[in-house]
């Protein structure tokens, strides 16, 4: 062995390489890196999944029933819930990881939008669900959580509190 030399010389340094190439396209692609990638296509593809919908239900809300529906049976219009000041993905993981309804997570839920933007609307929440069936299909159903509107909410009474 020469003189100064360490054995493992070379093999560190082919780490700390392999640690700074890897660092670089992480910073270059905000975060993401195929490999290590978040996006379901890469890591969760034939995974269940679960999103949240928010429907105008102004005109229904009284007759509004809260069994699950599919696509075809979504009652009232889809709305864009930015245009409420919420953000899409906090919706979304706010409804899909609550276990147990409690006031203070429907307060929480009704405080993401905007009490004026609800003057005179009924707004539905819904977890919108999806899933690989038997025959390789995917099937997505409906599940209603809440009606809120600028007097207060009304939770889904099949809901776990």
């Known amino acids: 062995m020469e003189?100064?030399?360490?054995p493992y010389k070379k093999s560190i340094r082919a780490i700390g390489i392999t640690f700074l190439v890897y660092a670089l396209l992480v910073a270059t692609h905000l975060g993401e890196f195929w490999p290590f990638s978040?996006?379901?296509?890469?890591s969760q593809a034939g995974?269940?999944?679960?999103r949240a919908i928010?429907?105008?239900v102004t005109e229904t809300?009284?007759?509004?029933?809260?069994?699950s529906v599919n696509e075809s049976n979504l009652p009232g219009t889809a709305v864009a819930v930015p245009d409420y000041g919420v953000d899409p993905i906090d919706l979304a993981n706010?409804?899909?990881?609550?276990?147990?309804?409690?006031q203070d997570r429907?307060?929480?839920?009704?405080s993401m939008f905007r009490a004026d933007e609800l003057e005179g609307r009924s707004l539905l929440v819904m977890r919108a669900r999806g899933e690989m069936n038997e025959q390789?299909?995917?099937?997505v159903y409906f599940e209603p959580y809440i009606v809120l509107n600028n007097t207060g909410a009304v939770l889904n009474p099949e809901l776990p509190r």
């Open 3 to 6: 003189q100064g030399k360490h």
């Open 38 to 42: 978040i996006y379901p296509m890469f």
């Open 47 to 50: 995974n269940p999944w679960s």
């Open 54 to 56: 928010v429907l105008d």
């Open 61 to 67: 809300a009284p007759n509004l029933s809260w069994d």
């Open 94 to 102: 706010f409804v899909s990881k609550t276990e147990k309804w409690d």
């Open 106 to 110: 429907v307060s929480g839920l009704r």
């Open 136 to 139: 390789d299909s995917v099937r």
